[in-house]
């Protein structure tokens, strides 16, 4: 039953959202105005209040974007693995999701209750797509079920990305002294506004939780940090994802080789807004054609003093900036299958190959045997070199990235507990298996909306981990702590027993997960 009485009280103004059986929903409610003409890479402006009621019924645009360029290389079209991982991943292909547009600053909102005064957790969904792609609005984010659920407060956030979100024009130009990182600003003024209004759609501004995947992740962990978010960040979760940041030397770089591209000199930077967003993002696409994977033009965090000065887990200033905020890290098992989607070679891989490609990593010969026999051990004789490789990158990236964030908070005394955890579950292709962002709908709550992770046989089993995954990110915004009676009791990350939750239908607590190939990644 769908009714259109729910009128919500903002800050700036009234809003009409729709109340779905039982579960109020605000859809493209502006944070701040629009990016368009003179503010385009201005940092984001506050709203300007507004008479009457404004509907918040519909999306609001995504920002403007192109796609990776690998993904986009025709060699690679070619094979069936870019096609397979989109379908593995129906429900969530944010690249075609809705209409793009400069005016995107804006969130969504799934509640049970208006101004009730119950104060509900605020879980805040910061989408993927390493800075450069990716939308708010996508099935596998629709917070209805987990609102319903869990009783939290579930708000998804669009913002600025690649040349709009983080073309570094400050060393250029007095005019963008305050431009460094704008997408992560908007971000910032997103949380203001979550802190300043959320209380009318039943939520609680003191316990506002972070979540995201991949470069979500990676969003989650800038914001933990940075100066113009502190007091509004309670707890975090970061899927899959980690902190990257450049130096303004570097972006600076960067921006003049798009600058260049299009035939602007640097003190002439006006130029840009003689451009249409299309033709921007167009450029965009071009200059990426020649660029390879971690070098996508434009997309890096700046660490530019001001609005990102900190790495949160740096073991210095960082760190003790964060160290009282709870936090959960963990990754899929299959995590880094990504990196073979992007050269599908590596699918077909022999074990001579298979060893030039660990050896390309830096390892021994000696060690290379090692690695492959200790990951034989592991996995299973009959396990393929494409799986025996990017286990060992999984391990790399995210196995020692969780210890390091803990010794981070170590040496600065502890703090908050660190929860870790595998997401082991399988969907159906043999080749992703368990692979970089299958568990998105089922910490939503939403896996009936990703058919390629289960079938006819393996529904229940699928529902049953969508209940229990679910319900630790609920118990983790109410408590800081996501042990839940669909699990087993969820120990924090220590320096001996370096507890990890294999999550899935029936998940694990096990100690020092991986601990055979510790030597080969510390």
Known sequence: MVKYDAIANTKAGKLQGVQIDGIYRFLGVRYAQSTEGKNRFMPPQPLVPWEGVRPALTYAGKCWQCDTPRMEDPEIRSTRYPAAYEKLMTGSNEMGVGFQSEDCLALNIWTQGLNDGK????????????????????????????????????????????????????????????????????????????HENIEEFGGDPENVTLFGQSGGGGKVAALMSMPMCRGMVHKAIIQSGGFHAATPEEATAQTLDFLNFLGIDRNNVDKLYEYTAAELIQAQREINKSRTL????????????????YDPFDGAEGSEYVKDIPLITGY??????????????????????????????????????????TYKDLLGDDVRPVHIYTALLNDRNHTRATYERYKSRAKVGGGAPIYNYCFTREGNDPDFRAAHGVEIPFFFANAAYAPALWNRETYHDAMKLNDSASAAWGAFARTGNPSNPGMPAWKPYEEEDRYTMLIDVESKLVSRYHKEVYEFIF
Not at 294 to 309: A, E, H, L
Not at 339 to 365: C, H, V
């Open 119 to 194: 104060k509900r957790p605020v879980l805040v969904w910061f989408h993927g797509g390493g800075n450069i792609a990716g939308a708010a609005e996508a099935d596998w984010h629709d917070g209805y079920n987990i609102a319903k659920k869990e009783n939290v407060v579930l708000v998804t956030v669009g913002h600025r990305l690649g040349i709009f979100g983080y073309l570094y024009l400050c060393d250029l130009d007095e005019r963008f002294r305050d431009s460094a990182n704008l997408g992560h600003q908007d971000m910032a003024a997103a949380l203001k506004w979550i």
């Open 294 to 309: 971690g070098t996508y033009f434009v997309c890096p965090v700046v660490k530019d003093g001001r609005v990102v000065r």
């Open 332 to 373: 899929t098992k299959d995590d880094a299958i990504l990196t073979a989607l992007f050269n599908p070679k590596i699918f077909a891989w022999d074990m001579d190959q298979l060893r030039e490609g660990i050896m390309g990593l830096g390892y021994s010969a000696a060690q290379t045997e090692k690695i492959i026999a």
